[in-house]
């Protein structure tokens, strides 16, 4: 409620507004909607992704149900690692330059798509409530560039059959010999019947099943694993 003289002021103001030509409504609103933003940045220049990823948690806790303690530790561990010197700076911190830079020159491809989708969901929340305007991970989904240019081309569904397929008669090559032979020379049938050959088939295996890059899956540990 007002007082006599705070509604006197209002007055004053409106007819000000109407002998300009404004609508006070229209200004009103919009004097709102200004305010409404002044304070979604003044949150978004305090609140960190720490926090953030604290209260992402709760609010799908609280609209989906209970997690489990492995998709938990997984979004977590994703996020920490690859963001861990930003985790106590303010969402606005990371600018979509940021993103590009710190996605196209992490090592491993396949952890920085993961980490990208996680970060999406973090920052799409943040602007349900009013704390961000943009998503700066919201081109990487699906995609991410690397430092070096080169072009990405990813295989079909049927064609990533289709080398399952040879990977598992490559595999079992005395067996489907009759398969095989008509492609291969002797030099090359004898190769394959080296263990180490099957190896090289479990490490392209291993790369269609996650997207892990050649050097990633060689240079695999398990520690890295989780």
């Given amino acids: 409620?007002?007082?006599?003289?705070?509604?006197?002021?209002?007055?004053?103001?409106?007819?000000?507004?109407?002998?300009?030509?404004?609508?006070?409504?229209?200004?009103?609103?919009?004097?709102?909607?200004?305010?409404?933003?002044?304070?979604?940045?003044?949150?978004?220049?305090?609140?960190?992704?720490?926090?953030?990823?604290?209260?992402?948690?709760?609010?799908v806790t609280l609209y989906k149900g209970p997690q489990s303690d492995r998709t938990i530790s997984d979004r977590r561990w994703a996020i920490t690692s690859v963001w861990n010197e930003y985790l106590d700076a303010p969402l606005t911190a990371i600018t979509k330059p940021v993103v590009m830079d710190k996605m196209a020159t992490w090592p491993s491809l396949g952890q920085a798509k993961k980490t990208a989708k996680y970060m999406s969901a973090l920052y799409n929340m943040a602007i349900r409530q009013?704390?961000?305007?943009?998503?700066?991970?919201?081109?990487?989904?699906?995609?991410?560039?690397?430092?070096?240019?080169?072009?990405?081309?990813?295989?079909?569904?049927?064609?990533?059959?289709?080398?399952?397929?040879?990977?598992?008669?490559?595999?079992?090559?005395?067996?489907?010999?009759?398969l095989i032979r008509p492609i291969l020379d002797d030099k090359q049938f004898q190769a394959n019947l080296n263990p180490v050959r099957h190896m090289m088939y479990d490490a392209i295996a291993l790369q269609l099943l996650t997207g892990l890059r050649k050097r990633e899956v060689l240079t695999l540990k398990w520690d890295q694993i989780y």
């Fill in 1 to 59: 409620s007002m007082t006599w003289d705070e509604a006197e002021d209002k007055a004053r103001e409106y007819r000000r507004l109407v002998e300009q030509g404004i609508h006070p409504k229209i200004y009103e609103e919009k004097k709102a909607e200004k305010e409404r933003l002044e304070q979604a940045e003044k949150i978004a220049n305090t609140l960190t992704l720490r926090q953030m990823l604290d209260l992402y948690e709760k609010q």
């Fill in 130 to 178: 009013d704390y961000l305007e943009k998503n700066p991970f919201e081109v990487m989904i699906g995609t991410i560039p690397r430092s070096s240019g080169e072009n990405l081309e990813y295989l079909e569904i049927k064609e990533c059959q289709r080398l399952f397929y040879w990977i598992d008669k490559l595999q079992n090559p005395e067996k489907n010999s009759k």
